[in-house]
């Protein structure tokens, strides 16, 4: 049997050969399930940068109708602010708009509110040398307000930590330390304020105390959500802590986050999808390559001027990957050429080998290939039965999902139904009112009717869901809804376990809106007993 054993040696070795000659690993199913949610926010990227457009175009037709100078002042401010992480070039110009309009004035305070504001915007954009010359040279700091103080000391110490942060890259500038100006900003400020909290991570950070100011990194994402522009931020930070404390999955959740909330504020001067790309590049560099284009293409339309090149050196590394990969499928190709070779010979010999044999072996053959047809008989009957013992799974569960989806729209149909009558009210039709006036309130009955259908349908099904449920929390998280039904909670992740995974069905089904659903799951998992990461893995094994 030596030629047999020839040929399983062959089929072996061409099983492993793709594993030892393609990609250096391969993305787990957590991160692929973060990956897979934050493309569709990149897909979704040219929407969120429309809306951001029209709110300031908005703001800024108000601006051109506003002749009192102090409200254009103001006015122009919250262009600037609106525009200071989406266009640099216009955040700019609304900025040196607000000098002149304030020197026009006469108002000093105005006038060194918008230049300090224009000083920390170089200082972001990676403008070092125009951020020194303005914050150092042109700031009178012994005229400023206590408002004022406080703005120009905020600014120095990101001017201070961003220069750090890019040493090496940019022009050398002998400034303070960003300590000093922590510490003196922190004396000024109120112990409860959210930039109180967030030099106290800093420092905590520096300090190496990464637990602690994990905790207080928390604390500060808590009070903002994904569609506010600080969510981005806090995230990131909490992933830079994650990764200092060796977490790696941690830091790749925080980086997916904040990359997904900067997408959904229009901001377009970011680090987040950067890192995300660098952190896949080695296993998925098509990923990788769209993910950096995309934050190419974002800080090249924010004119900053240090973001590009940053970008552009990670691109240079995803050339090298893919000139990599090239020569790796060269290889890969040659040797599965001298495998087919050989198979080929394996295979020569092993038909000759049976040949020789087949006179002596006919009687056994023929009695293997009697066992061979009953046993296939029983598989296939097996997996017929099997077969349908799943496809029954599927179909009820199906069905089910079904049911919901027509409980949900037809709460959205009664939802357009009450407004149609109250357009009916604006337009003083009063006696076609009067006679759909009864049914205006059947949007909220249906509801709650939906609510309770769903509980008692699931529950039916699936009895000591809830028990299992809080198996998977911490004691303190677990829930306890009113008996014979669910809570919101409850009611996501049972629709998690039906099969139903998108968040946006999700929302519409139960009729909340995609970032409660969003908070929700991210709080139920911040109270798991068991990994995070795989905690919606474990509900759908529930009753399984």
Same mark, same amino acid.
């Given at each position: 049997?030596?030629?047999?054993?020839?040929?399983?040696?062959?089929?072996?070795?061409?099983?492993?050969?793709?594993?030892?000659?393609?990609?250096?690993?391969?993305?787990?199913?957590?991160?692929?399930?973060?990956?897979?949610?934050?493309?569709?926010?990149?897909?979704?990227?040219?929407?969120?940068?429309?809306?951001?457009?029209?709110?300031?175009?908005?703001?800024?037709?108000?601006?051109?109708?506003?002749?009192?100078?102090?409200? $254009?002042?103001?006015?122009?401010? &919250? =262009?600037?602010?609106?525009?200071?992480?989406? /266009?640099? #070039? !216009?955040?700019?110009?609304? @900025?040196?708009?607000?000098?002149?309009?304030?020197?026009?004035?006469?108002?000093?305070?105005?006038?060194?509110?918008?230049?300090?504001?224009?000083?920390?915007?170089?200082?972001?954009?990676?403008?070092?040398?125009?951020?020194?010359?303005?914050?150092?040279?042109?700031?009178?700091?012994?005229?400023?307000?206590?408002?004022?103080?406080?703005?120009?000391?905020?600014?120095?110490?990101?001017?201070?930590?961003?220069?750090?942060?890019?040493?090496?890259?940019?022009?050398?500038?002998?400034?303070?330390?960003?300590?000093?100006?922590?510490?003196?900003?922190?004396?000024?400020?109120?112990?409860?304020?959210?930039?109180? $909290?967030?030099?106290?991570?800093? &420092? =905590?950070?520096?300090?190496?105390?990464?637990? /602690?100011? #994990? !905790?207080?990194?928390?604390? @500060?994402?808590?009070?903002?959500?994904?569609?506010?522009?600080?969510?981005?931020?806090?995230?990131?930070?909490?992933?830079?802590?994650?990764?200092?404390?060796?977490?790696?999955?941690?830091?790749?959740?925080?980086?997916?986050?904040?990359?997904?909330?900067?997408?959904?504020?229009?901001?377009?001067?970011?680090?987040?999808?950067?890192?995300?790309?660098?952190?896949?590049?080695?296993?998925?560099?098509?990923?990788?390559?769209?993910?950096?284009?995309?934050?190419?293409?974002?800080?090249?339309?924010?004119?900053?001027?240090?973001?590009?090149?940053?970008?552009?050196?990670?691109?240079?590394?995803?050339?090298?990957?893919?000139?990599?990969?090239?020569?790796?499928?060269?290889?890969?190709?040659?040797?599965? /050429?001298?495998?087919?070779?050989?198979?080929?010979?394996?295979?020569?010999?092993?038909?000759?080998?049976?040949?020789?044999?087949?006179?002596?072996?006919?009687?056994?053959?023929?009695?293997?290939?009697?066992?061979?047809?009953?046993?296939?008989?029983?598989?296939?009957?097996?997996?017929?039965?099997?077969?349908?013992?799943?496809?029954?799974?599927?179909?009820?569960?199906?069905?089910?999902?079904?049911?919901?989806?027509?409980?949900?729209?037809?709460?959205?149909?009664?939802?357009?139904?009450?407004?149609?009558?109250?357009?009916?009210?604006?337009?003083?039709?009063?006696?076609?009112?009067?006679?759909?006036?009864?049914?205006?309130?059947?949007?909220?009955?249906?509801?709650?009717?939906?609510?309770?259908?769903?509980?008692?349908?699931?529950?039916?099904?699936?009895?000591?869901?809830?028990?299992?449920?809080?198996?998977?929390?911490?004691?303190?998280?677990?829930?306890?809804?009113?008996?014979?039904?669910?809570?919101?909670?409850?009611?996501?992740?049972?629709?998690?376990?039906?099969?139903?995974?998108?968040?946006?069905?999700?929302?519409?089904?139960?009729?909340?809106?995609?970032?409660?659903?969003?908070?929700?799951?991210?709080?139920?998992?911040?109270?798991?007993?068991?990994?995070?990461?795989?905690?919606?893995?474990?509900?759908?094994?529930?009753?399984?």
């Amino acid at each position: 049997m030596r030629p047999v054993r020839f040929l399983i040696l062959l089929c072996v070795a061409a099983a492993f050969l793709p594993a030892g000659c393609g990609r250096s690993g391969e993305l787990d199913r957590p991160t692929r399930q973060l990956l897979d949610e934050l493309d569709g926010y990149v897909s979704a990227r040219s929407v969120y940068v429309a809306a951001k457009r029209d709110q300031m175009d908005a703001l800024r037709g108000i601006a051109l109708s506003t002749s009192e100078p102090v409200l $254009r002042y103001e006015t122009e401010m &919250r =262009l600037a602010d609106g525009y200071f992480s989406f /266009s640099f #070039d !216009s955040t700019q110009q609304y @900025l040196k708009d607000c000098q002149a309009l304030a020197r026009t004035l006469g108002d000093k305070d105005r006038y060194d509110r918008a230049s300090i504001q224009l000083g920390h915007l170089y200082a972001k954009a990676g403008n070092y040398m125009e951020a020194y010359n303005l914050l150092y040279d042109q700031i009178d700091t012994a005229s400023l307000s206590e408002a004022r103080m406080t703005q120009y000391l905020t600014a120095l110490y990101d001017f201070s930590m961003d220069l750090s942060g890019n040493s090496g890259m940019v022009e050398r500038l002998d400034i303070p330390v960003a300590a000093g100006y922590r510490n003196r900003l922190m004396e000024r400020l109120p112990r409860d304020s959210e930039t109180w $909290r967030v030099l106290l991570r800093d &420092r =905590l950070f520096e300090e190496e105390r990464y637990a /602690s100011a #994990d !905790s207080v990194g928390r604390l @500060l994402l808590s009070g903002t959500n994904p569609d506010q522009h600080a969510y981005a931020i806090y995230a990131y930070y909490l992933s830079e802590i994650a990764d200092r404390m060796g977490r790696p999955a941690d830091r790749m959740g925080w980086l997916v986050r904040s990359a997904e909330s900067d997408i959904i504020n229009a901001v377009r001067d970011y680090a987040s999808l950067t890192m995300v790309g660098q952190e896949v590049l080695q296993r998925d560099v098509d990923r990788s390559f769209r993910y950096l284009r995309t934050a190419q293409e974002d800080a090249i339309d924010y004119n900053a001027k240090l973001r590009p090149w940053q970008i552009s050196r990670f691109l240079m590394q995803v050339e090298d990957a893919y000139s990599a990969r090239q020569e790796q499928q060269r290889k890969t190709a040659v040797a599965f /050429s001298i495998l087919l070779a050989l198979l080929t010979a394996a295979l020569a010999l092993l038909a000759w080998f049976f040949i020789a044999r087949s006179r002596k072996l006919q009687r056994v053959r023929k009695e293997l290939e009697e066992s061979n047809a009953r046993l296939a008989d029983a598989n296939e009957k097996l997996n017929v039965l099997n077969r349908e013992i799943s496809l029954s799974d599927q179909v009820k569960e199906s069905h089910i999902v079904s049911f919901l989806e027509s409980f949900s729209n037809e709460i959205h149909l009664f939802r357009s139904e009450d407004n149609h009558l109250r357009n009916l009210l604006k337009q003083g039709k009063s006696a076609q009112l009067l006679r759909e006036l009864s049914s205006s309130s059947r949007s909220e009955k249906a509801r709650e009717d939906f609510y309770r259908t769903f509980d008692k349908t699931f529950l039916s099904m699936y009895p000591d869901f809830v028990d299992r449920f809080n198996d998977l929390l911490l004691e303190p998280a677990r829930v306890h809804p009113p008996k014979g039904g669910l809570n919101t909670e409850l009611r996501i992740f049972a629709l998690i376990r039906l099969g139903v995974e998108d968040s946006k069905q999700i929302a519409k089904m139960l009729d909340y809106s995609l970032s409660t659903i969003y908070n929700y799951k991210v709080s139920v998992k911040n109270q798991a007993a068991v990994d995070r990461d795989s905690f919606e893995e474990r509900v759908k094994m529930i009753g399984k």
